[in-house]
């Protein structure tokens, strides 16, 4: 049996989710004219109760389309030290916008309207970068699948509004926080200037992420997302995937967050652990005992057929998804049981 933990993005297309792929009609997206890429973006954009939505090949472009929506060369975005923007899009927001960042240190990834509001700059005091986009990560990654209150959010909202900021979503995981704090996609068009959503990873589909806005911002990020290279063509075998994914791949992720939860659980209790994360939903980040090498719990486990990854030194992850069923699971757990170091 091979076990893939290492991410929620290595599941593969099911028989079903192929036939729609395979039976999508489908024209030239460069030309607005295939039906299922228009259909799939209206669907988005309704769910979130947002004007518009625009398909992207990754949560990546997405995102680097919002920064350069929000921001002009020199300008600052305030985010958690963790983010994805900032520490996995390959130094994109410099190299694509020129803007630089004021990371807070949030509690696992999540930040609060204090540190934000004392993270602006004067906008009179011109030696220091224009404060100009607030991003936030909902579910974060490096911060191990952990959620926002929408509280919270709300209430960051606010010290946008009223310091003339942006604000950004960085949603690749935002359906296992509907999920699992019983949220709906509209509280969260009602907050954000921008959205992006990705399909590829809990949601199953191969490829694609969405960025949702009002009109005349997804106007301005199809130009922007033609200057990063990401115009598609017939584009609908693709979007089908997602739309079949929004049916029928979202209450599902339950299961992964219980499976995950347990695998939390059962880690306490084993002795070679040291410490576990708390676990929200579909990630599990944890430690071993300090004379135990990371690297050798992960060879011990691709031994069992079980591959995990290293988030960083001190730091291992496992990643439950939609092709982590139910045996594997079963073994999964008995194997961490009877690890010993
Ligand atoms: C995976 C991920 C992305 C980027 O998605 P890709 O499709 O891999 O480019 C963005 N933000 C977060 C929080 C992610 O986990």
Not at 277 to 298: G, K, M, R, Y
């Amino acid at each position: 049996m091979e076990i893939n933990l290492i991410s929620d993005t290595v599941t593969k297309p099911t028989p079903e989710m192929l036939h729609q792929m395979f039976h999508a009609k489908v024209g030239d997206d460069v030309f607005k004219q295939d039906p299922t890429v228009n259909e799939f973006e209206a669907i988005v954009a309704n769910m979130f109760g947002m004007e518009a939505a625009l398909f992207f090949p990754s949560g990546t472009m997405a995102n680097q389309t919002a920064i350069k929506l929000h921001t002009n060369p020199g300008d600052q975005i305030i985010c958690d030290k963790w983010s994805h923007i900032h520490l996995y899009e390959s130094g994109g927001a410099s190299a694509n916008s020129g803007v630089n960042f004021n990371l807070l240190d949030g509690n696992r990834g999540m930040i609060n309207a204090e540190q934000v509001k004392n993270g602006i700059n004067d906008p009179e005091f011109y030696h220091t970068p224009f404060s100009k986009l607030v991003s936030i990560e909902n579910t974060t990654n490096k911060g191990g699948g952990a959620c926002y209150d929408i509280e919270e959010l709300q209430k960051i909202k606010q010290v946008c509004v009223e310091n003339n900021l942006k604000y950004h979503l960085d949603g690749a995981r935002l359906w296992n926080a509907l999920i699992a704090k019983k949220q709906h996609p509209k509280q969260f068009g009602s907050l954000f200037d921008t959205i992006s959503v990705c399909f590829s990873k809990g949601l199953g589909a191969p490829v694609g992420s969405v960025l949702v806005a009002d009109a005349a911002t997804i106007k301005r990020a199809i130009r922007i997302r033609k200057i990063f290279g990401g115009n598609m063509r017939q584009s609908g075998y693709l979007a089908a995937a997602g739309i079949y994914a929004l049916q029928n791949n979202i209450n599902r992720l339950e299961d992964d967050h219980r499976r995950a939860k347990e695998l939390g659980k059962k880690l306490v209790e084993c002795s070679w652990v040291l410490s576990v994360a708390p676990v929200e939903t579909n990630i599990i980040v944890f430690s071993v005992q300090s004379h135990i090498e990371d690297n050798l719990v992960i060879e011990k486990l691709k031994q069992k057929g079980i591959a995990i990854s290293l988030l960083a030194k001190g730091s291992l992850r496992m990643v439950t998804h939609l092709d982590y069923k139910e045996v594997m699971h079963t073994y999964v757990l008995e194997t961490l049981e009877k690890m010993e170091f």
